[in-house]
């Protein structure tokens, strides 16, 4: 056996098996874990998916949210022990991969249209 595939059974072994089928352009809340002290707790964070990259354990998202009137991105680690749960709310219909042009636009100019299948 070489080194190789030693990684790959040790990260089979670290694969979430309850991760939905996420595309680019859904509309996805996300549950974090946050350690308060001797506390945890599991904070929702919800908005677009504007990237996915990587594959395997390696996965990440990138969602994008408007909080205040600002735009905030925050990048998720798919298979990490801090994500609790990952809810599907929407599916956006996109005609890309990357979703970076939302960066640039404001209000209503954001969104997206529903993708109405069975999957969800």
Known sequence: MNAQEIIRSIEAEQLKENVPTIYVGDTVRVGVRIKEGNKERIQPYEGTVIA???GGI???ITVRRIFQGIGVE???LLH??????????????VRRAK?????????KATRIKQRFDRSL
Do not use: W
């Open 80 to 93: 990490s022990p801090k994500i609790a749960n990952i809810k599907v709310i929407r599916r956006g219909k």
């Open 99 to 107: 979703l970076y042009y939302l960066r640039d636009r404001v209000g």
């Open 52 to 54: 996915m990259r990587n």
């Open 74 to 76: 925050r990048v998720f």
């Open 58 to 60: 390696n996965e990440t």
